[in-house]
Structure formats: C-alpha cells, structure tokens
C-alpha cells in the first residue's frame, strides 16, 4: 500500500495546491510532464535561480515559455523560488507523482535487470507486475550489470530482489551467521 503524502508538510501544501488544480483543469499528466521537463532543465542550469531577487519572476516566465510548461506549474515554479523552496522540488516531484498515480489507481514499478527485456518479456513482466499488485503498474526498465543476472522489483518502499548479487548477499549472510563448531 503506497504511503499517503502528508498534506500538512511544506511539500504536500504545495502538493496538494497544484493537485487541486491540475485535477480541476484535467491537466495531470501534462504537470507530471512539466516536473520532468523542469527537473531536467534546472539540474543542469541551477546558476540561473538566484536565492534573492527580483528578476526570478521573469526567469519563471522565460523558462516556462521555452519549455512550454503550462501556466499553473510556471506559477508554482514563481511561489517556490519566491518563498526560497526551490529546495523542495524533488520532494514536491515524487510526492505529486505518488498522488496523481493513487489518484489515478495506478502504481509506478522500477525492474532492475542485467539486461533490458524484449517487447514480449516486458508484456508479461506487466502482465505478472499488474495482476501480483492488482492495480494498473507504470514500469520503468533500468539496466544494472552489477545485478550479475535476474531482477529486482521496486515499488513503494517494497524491494522483491530476485537477483544472483541479491542471493550471493543472503547466502553470505547465512554462512556468516553459522557457528562452527
């Protein structure tokens, strides 16, 4: 069961105001997209928001336009940084994606695996995925060779680590714990 994001914190307010309005104007998927797109952009300008100022308003504006960010996230994106929370952002992405995905009655599943699936391979994994959660899942494939072979499914703080670096760890734990004597 996926944690419910506490409204009351600084993040959830926020959270919660551009759920609220996303929900109204039937635009979720499009801010979920926005996070991604900002997310992206301000990892790789973070110099171009200055702590203090009033120039950021119109940084927002600049760079809402660029990439096209709908007009309540550049609004958002104004109260954070003029509030000094651009900090916050992360926190405020994960927990707007967890809303929108419970809202929606969908879950989002990282599959970490030695190498990444055939399109038949990722129809059942989503097929198992889906019915083992009883819900509609989002699957994200990530490819980690340090797993040396098998998989791990992540989701909501639930770890299924099905892989052999996983089951060397467990064995190694085991023998370990043995008393020999």
Known sequence: MAKAVLFSSIPGRYVKA???VGKKQNILNELL???EKFRDFYCNNKRLFPKYGKRITAICDVIGKELDLKSCFISFL??????????????IALNFRKTVMQFQGKQDVRILSVANPTAVQKDK??????SF????VNIKYITDTS???GFVIETNGLRIDGSGKGILKQLEK???SLEIV
């Open 125 to 130: 994994i989503a097929n198992v995925v889906s």
């Open 133 to 136: 959660f009883n819900t509609s």
């Open 174 to 176: 085991y023998y370990n």
């Open 78 to 91: 104004k109260l954070l940084t003029e509030n000094h929370r651009l900090d916050l952002f992360s926190n």
């Open 33 to 35: 997209g926005d996070f």
């Open 147 to 149: 797993l040396l072979s």
């Open 18 to 20: 551009l759920f609220e």
